[in-house]
């Protein structure tokens, strides 16, 4: 295990150890851009591969991938977890091509619904997956904390890469997260945080799902909803309507439209005014077909 500024250092370390310029790195579509602008510095061939509602296309992925770089736990920005049966491909994929899969586990700490399914890095018989994750969400952006798990053949090629990059990081920052972490104080956090995010999830998901506009995208976690536009609907942008489009996650695919709401900036009772805003920047839903006579 390997303590990094945040995940994006993560991702840049693996990738330094593992990228030969001209190699394919597997990304998903639509997906997180920092990962997929990353890669590509680096050298590599980004690869777009389409998800549905089980995660990944495992059979799209190109034959040329030696990196598959995914987020099971909460699909950015979807939502959606990927299905057991879907890891299970995408490790028996990751073997046989002996190809690494990075498992980016940003947001899995706060959930709302079910059990969350075992890490892809837990189902990993063939020690084929990095495992990613970041403070950035349960904590602070801006303490730069992350962290990976990897298989011990990468450790010695990762620390060399880490010491090159920086040596380690802010060590005064590491041990005040430490003693929060022993002292118990960090799984509190999570607790309470959780309740609140709860509540904020279920004001925006009860309000998208009460739009025939909006095509909500299931999710039961992390801190953001997805929701597709149906056809022919429009949002025009307002300077203080700040909700993402979905289309901003979409690579070299053709772009998807929809929006991805995060709630994790914003208190409870401020929620109510912004989705009204929202529905006011919302074309009309286009009359339904006339029923044949
Ligand atoms: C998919 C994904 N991975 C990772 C992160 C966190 O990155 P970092 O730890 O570099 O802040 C985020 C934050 O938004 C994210 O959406």
Same mark, same amino acid.
């Given at each position: 295990?390997?303590?990094?500024?945040?995940?994006?250092?993560?991702?840049?370390?693996?990738?330094?150890?593992?990228?030969?310029?001209?190699?394919?790195?597997?990304?998903?579509?639509?997906?997180?851009?920092? $990962?997929?602008?990353?890669?590509?510095?680096?050298?590599?061939?980004?690869?777009?591969?389409? *998800?549905?509602?089980?995660?990944?296309? *495992?059979? $799209?992925?190109?034959?040329?991938?030696?990196?598959?770089?995914v987020?099971?736990?909460?699909?950015f920005?979807?939502?959606?977890?990927?299905?057991?049966?879907?890891?299970?491909?995408?490790?028996?994929?990751?073997?046989?091509?002996?190809? !690494?899969?990075?498992?980016d586990?940003?947001?899995?700490?706060?959930?709302?619904?079910?059990?969350?399914?075992? /890490?892809?890095?837990?189902?990993?018989?063939?020690g084929? !997956? !990095?495992?990613?994750?970041?403070?950035?969400?349960?904590?602070?952006?801006?303490?730069?904390?992350?962290?990976?798990?990897?298989?011990?053949?990468?450790?010695?090629?990762?620390?060399?890469a880490?010491?090159?990059?920086?040596?380690?990081?802010?060590?005064?920052?590491?041990?005040?997260?430490?003693?929060?972490?022993?002292?118990?104080?960090?799984?509190?956090?999570?607790?309470?945080?959780?309740?609140?995010?709860?509540?904020?999830?279920?004001? !925006?998901?009860?309000?998208?799902a009460?739009?025939?506009?909006?095509?909500?995208?299931?999710?039961?976690?992390?801190?953001?909803?997805?929701?597709?536009?149906?056809?022919?609907?429009?949002?025009?942008?307002?300077?203080?309507?700040?909700?993402?489009?979905?289309?901003?996650?979409?690579?070299?695919?053709?772009?998807? $439209?929809?929006?991805?709401?995060?709630?994790?900036?914003i208190?409870?009772? $401020?929620? /109510?005014?912004?989705?009204?805003?929202?529905?006011?920047?919302?074309?009309?839903?286009?009359?339904?077909?006339?029923?044949?006579?």
């Open positions: 295990m390997l303590i990094t500024g945040g995940a994006q250092q993560a991702l840049d370390l693996v990738g330094r150890v593992l990228i030969e310029p001209g190699d394919t790195v597997a990304v998903e579509e639509p997906g997180y851009p920092p $990962a997929r602008l990353l890669f590509r510095s680096l050298g590599a061939r980004v690869a777009g591969v389409p *998800v549905d509602a089980e995660g990944i296309d *495992v059979r $799209a992925i190109p034959g040329s991938a030696r990196i598959v770089y987020t099971p736990s909460h699909q920005p979807l939502g959606t977890p990927m299905s057991l049966a879907r890891r299970a491909a995408l490790l028996a994929w990751a073997e046989r091509r002996r190809a !690494v899969v990075i498992e586990d940003y947001d899995s700490e706060f959930r709302f619904g079910e059990r969350p399914l075992e /890490p892809l890095q837990s189902l990993d018989r063939a084929r !997956v !990095v495992y990613v994750g970041s403070f950035s969400k349960i904590l602070l952006p801006m303490l730069r904390l992350g962290f990976l798990v990897a298989p011990a053949s990468l450790g010695p090629a990762l620390r060399a880490r010491r090159l990059s920086d040596w380690h990081g802010e060590v005064p920052t590491q041990a005040a997260l430490a003693r929060f972490i022993d002292e118990g104080l960090l799984a509190r956090h999570i607790r309470r945080a959780t309740r609140e995010y709860a509540a904020r999830h279920a004001l !925006v998901a009860e309000a998208l009460a739009d025939d506009r909006l095509l909500p995208v299931p999710s039961t976690a992390g801190l953001h909803l997805c929701a597709r536009l149906a056809p022919d609907v429009s949002v025009r942008p307002a300077p203080e309507l700040a909700v993402e489009r979905l289309e901003a996650y979409c690579g070299d695919a053709p772009a998807q $439209a929809g929006l991805v709401l995060g709630y994790g900036a208190t409870k009772d $401020a929620i /109510p005014d912004g989705l009204r805003l929202l529905r006011s920047r919302m074309s009309a839903a286009p009359e339904p077909a006339n029923p044949l006579p």
